[in-house]
Every structure is written in structure tokens, then in C-alpha cells.
């Protein structure tokens, strides 16, 4: 067994180790004045109402500017707001930049965030972000750059939901237009966009930070180890965070390889999951979810699959987080517990003479969740656990966990900061919306209700402490690993610092070191 295992352990690493050694033939330079990344899938929409995903999330940071952005800390800082103050529980007030520029020339001023708001609740356009903006009751505008925000109710979370209201120009959105060329007053606008590529181009907004590049240019390259290998030929000049981590790990092992390749890494914020859905007779037994979380072995994933890049998750939120309870401990690898439940629930476990337990996981067809899907499904037969994966093109699987339309399902919440999320995905008001695993807790629902009804950080931290203890124990999530994030780009490439939250801001100081022949 020791052996198979050290041999297993060498073919996962050799081919990345090989793929090192080959030498940097037909090498391509990257045009001086472009950036060039690449994105795991295309972009459907840059319509900031309507962008959930990662990637259009991430092109939207660039592209608009927000009343507050997440910084470093993880605490909402102003950005198109010079100002906030917290007047009371229900009441924020903004002072905004002056002479802020829209991508098509206007200037910026309260009636664009009024308008915003506006357009983001609007019941004719159904975004899904209009019920965290529905908390605001109305928008006062106290001058041309001055506005009152009046909420109906307690909205703690409200200040992080700012920084995902992308702020437009008045009487100016248009979805068809948006939906490929949105205009916004961000440091980047957007010169062209289809299927297999966008390509940004610098803007001067007059009152945001400029990218040092002059262009961004984003490709779309689904293969893993095609995203590589143009990094080694010099086809991409960085990608972030989309990459194996074995190959991580092995550039940051071989610093000064002739591929010019430089690899980072720095502790996320980023959440990976298995959603369950409680509507699947089997999975609303607590014992079967409790069986299922025992027999997956996360820490031998991690070391293997991720190249010790993550640690396993106890809940949505980070340790790092000021809301994450620390008497938390992540549920340990236990095979023998795992049969004796499936045996206590009825099923076949290995050895008995029950049904076994059938179920399909659905995930996208990304070859590193691919991966890390096979893996998981090997440990759960290992239970006696029968799993069909299912694996889709990321428009066909998220329409599937958006109707719940799932039985198991691998995801991550990317930036997942603020414990409000836990009301979003956890109470049982959100079915329709975020609460994707038809999960219906009354005791849940009273502790979400609570931390979200009071802006006193230690009622809230209380009411949140428990929320993450009950979820931990009834398992709407089965929670597999927070990763780090992590970066391979050229050599020439300077000026590169990851965000804790995987944010695209890093990119604007981002520059290109051009050597004159």
C-alpha cells in the first residue's frame, strides 16, 4: 500500500515537474502596451444587475466604480465616496468625488447613484441583487455630491452590499448595450468583447486610481494546462488564481526556471463547498449528510489536489474573519463513522445487506473541479456511497443550482466577507433567491434574524456564532476548503500583490517591465 501510494504521489507531480523542464521554445511576446490574463470560461454578460459569477464580477471592478470597495482588511473603505459617516441604525450619509468621469465623458454626481439604486431594484429588470438594496427606504440628495441614505430596517450588512452596486449614468442604462459594453466610470472601459476574449482599455475617470497598463486584454482558455502552457511560451503575462496549484507549488520551487515563470501565493478568502439539497428524500436524513461529510478526507485533498494551498473549512467565513467562531473545528476524516451512519440510516455501507445510497454530484467542467469531483466520488464509494457526476458548461450548471434543480453540487462564494451572506444562502426567506439546497431551519432563521437586525458588532458576532455552529452540525453545506490565492505570471511582469478577497484592484498596479533591444 506504501508504495502504490508513493508511486501515485510521483505521477501527480511528474508532469507538472516535466512540463517545467521542457524548454521555452517558440517563445511570443505579449504586446508592450496590453496585460493578457485569461479567464476559465466566457463571459455571458457584463451587465453589473446581473453579474454573480467570478469572472464578470472580477471585469466589473475594473470597469465601474462603487460608493466603497472591500480593501486589504476586509472592511468596506469609500472609493467613489470621498466620505461616509454612520449618522445612526438606519441612516448613512456619502460625500462623493468631485468631477468623477463616466466612460462616455459625463460627469458623475448623486443623481447617478440615485438612479442606480433605482435601477438595481427595479422590479422591470429583476437583478439579483435588488433585495440587499430594497432594504433602503430612500436616497436623499443633499447637494450634487452629498446623499442621505435612509434604510427601512437595521441593514448591517448594507455597507459590503455597496460594494457591489456599480454606479451608471442617469436615464443611460440600456440592457442590450450592457449586457457587452456597459458604460461606468471605472479605471477601464471596454474596447471589445466576445466568446473568446475582452479586451479593456485604459480610462482616466479624473478622480479613481488609473491601471499602469494601457490595455487588459482577458482570454477565455478553459484548459488548465492550456492556460499554462501560454504562460510558458509567453502567450498570457500573469493568471490569477485559475490554475492548478501543483503547478503553483512547482514554479515557486523552481524560481529561476528558464521559462520565466514567477509563482505567489497569500492566504483567501475564497469558499469551496458541497451544496445539499434537503428536497432529495435521502439528503434531508441528517444522518446521511453526516455520513457523507465524514467519508470525504479534505486534508489529503488539499495535500494532494491543491499542493497544500487551502485549509479545510469549518464555515462560509475565513478564520481571518472578526465573525468566524473560533471554537470551530473542521469535521475530521472518518471512515468507520461514515459506515456505522449510513448503516444507522439504512444503506449499504461495505459490508451490510441494505440499498446503497445513490446520488448524482453536478459540477462544471473546469478540469481542476473535474479532478477534485472524482476524487471526492472515490472517497464517498469508499463509504459505500454510489455517486453519478454530472459535469456541465458553467451556463447549463449554474441555471441548475440557481432552480435547485440539484441533489449534490460543488461551488465556492468568492469574497465571502460579511456574515449577512449566511442570511443570503441560509435562511429560509432566500428559497427563491440564494438559499440554493431548499434548507429550512426555524433556529436558524432566529439567529440570522438576529445578526441581521443590529449594528452592535458583539450582539451580532453572538447571533452569528451560532448560526455557524447549527450549519456545521445540520449541513446545508458540506464545507471542504477555504483556498489560498495564488498567481503564476512572467518574469517581466512587476508590481504584482494579491488581494485577500481575489480581487481584480490588484490589477491596476500591475505593469510590464519591456526590454528595449
Avoid at 480593501?71 to 468596506?76: A, D, I, Q, R, T
Avoid at 451512519?341 to 473546469?366: C, H, M
Avoid at 440557481?402 to 456574515?419: C, I, Q, S
Wanted: proline share 5%.
Amino acid at each position: 500500500m506504501t508504495k502504490r501510494k508513493k508511486n501515485l504521489s510521483i505521477l501527480i507531480v511528474l508532469p507538472v515537474a516535466m512540463l517545467l523542464m521542457v524548454s521555452a521554445c517558440s517563445q511570443r511576446t505579449t504586446p508592450p502596451d496590453t496585460l493578457v490574463t485569461a479567464l476559465t470560461s466566457s463571459i455571458d454578460t457584463l451587465d453589473p444587475l446581473f453579474t454573480t459569477g467570478a469572472n464578470p464580477q472580477h471585469l466589473n471592478q475594473l470597469i465601474h466604480g462603487t460608493l466603497v470597495r472591500i480593501g486589504n482588511s476586509l472592511v468596506p473603505k469609500p472609493y467613489v465616496a470621498s466620505e461616509m459617516h454612520v449618522l445612526d441604525e438606519k441612516t448613512i450619509r456619502f460625500r462623493l468625488k468631485e468631477n468623477c468621469q463616466f466612460h462616455d465623458g459625463s460627469v458623475m454626481s448623486a443623481d447617478d447613484v440615485i438612479y442606480s439604486w433605482e435601477t438595481f431594484i427595479s422590479d422591470k429588470h429583476k437583478s439579483p441583487f435588488s433585495e440587499a438594496f430594497r432594504k433602503i427606504e430612500k436616497i436623499i440628495k443633499n447637494g450634487s455630491h452629498d446623499i442621505t441614505i435612509h434604510t427601512k430596517e437595521v441593514a448591517p450588512s448594507l455597507m459590503v452590499d455597496f460594494s457591489l452596486m456599480k454606479i451608471i449614468p442617469a436615464r443611460k442604462y440600456d440592457p442590450k448595450k450592457f449586457r457587452h459594453n456597459p458604460i461606468g466610470l471605472g479605471p477601464y472601459k471596454v474596447a471589445h468583447a466576445n466568446q473568446s476574449e475582452i479586451l479593456l482599455e485604459q480610462h482616466d475617470s479624473k478622480c479613481l486610481e488609473k491601471g499602469k497598463m494601457p490595455k487588459i486584454l482577458a482570454k477565455i482558455v478553459r484548459e488548465d494546462l492550456n492556460r499554462f502552457l501560454k504562460l510558458k511560451n509567453g502567450e498570457i503575462d500573469i493568471v490569477l488564481n485559475d490554475i492548478d496549484k501543483r503547478k503553483v507549488k512547482k514554479v515557486q520551487e523552481n524560481k529561476d526556471d528558464e521559462n520565466n515563470l514567477v509563482a505567489i501565493s497569500e492566504p483567501g478568502v475564497t469558499y469551496s463547498y458541497m451544496g445539499v439539497n434537503f428536497a432529495k428524500e435521502e439528503l434531508s436524513k441528517p444522518l446521511v449528510r453526516q455520513a457523507i461529510a465524514y467519508a470525504i478526507n479534505i486534508p489529503k485533498i488539499i495535500k494532494f489536489k491543491l499542493a497544500g494551498m487551502a485549509t479545510p473549512a469549518a464555515s462560509v467565513l475565513p478564520e481571518s474573519s472578526w465573525f468566524y467562531n473560533q471554537k470551530l473545528s473542521p469535521i475530521d476524516y472518518n471512515l468507520e463513522k461514515s459506515k456505522k451512519l449510513l448503516d444507522r440510516a439504512g444503506y449499504f455501507n461495505g459490508s451490510n445487506d441494505k440499498p446503497p445510497l445513490k446520488l448524482t454530484l453536478k459540477t462544471t467542467s473546469n478540469k481542476m473541479i473535474i479532478e477534485n469531483a472524482q476524487v471526492i466520488i472515490a472517497q464517498l464509494k469508499s463509504a459505500g456511497i454510489k455517486v453519478e457526476h454530472k459535469a456541465y458548461e458553467w451556463g447549463l450548471f449554474y441555471g441548475d443550482v440557481k432552480a435547485r434543480n440539484t441533489e449534490l453540487y460543488l461551488l465556492r462564494w468568492v469574497g465571502a466577507t460579511d456574515p449577512g451572506i449566511m442570511y443570503d444562502i441560509f435562511h429560509s426567506s432566500n428559497l427563491e433567491r440564494n438559499n440554493r439546497t431548499n434548507y429550512k431551519s426555524a433556529l436558524t432563521d432566529k439567529y440570522l434574524d438576529l445578526g441581521q437586525s443590529t449594528l452592535d458588532l458583539a450582539k451580532r458576532k453572538s447571533a452569528f456564532d451560532k448560526v455557524q455552529e447549527i450549519v456545521l452540525e445540520e449541513l446545508p453545506y458540506i464545507h471542504l476548503w477555504h483556498n489560498m490565492n495564488a498567481a503564476i505570471y512572467r518574469s517581466n511582469i512587476k508590481g504584482v500583490e494579491l488581494s485577500p478577497t481575489g480581487a481584480w484592484y490588484s490589477f491596476l498596479n500591475i505593469y510590464k517591465e519591456v526590454t528595449k533591444k
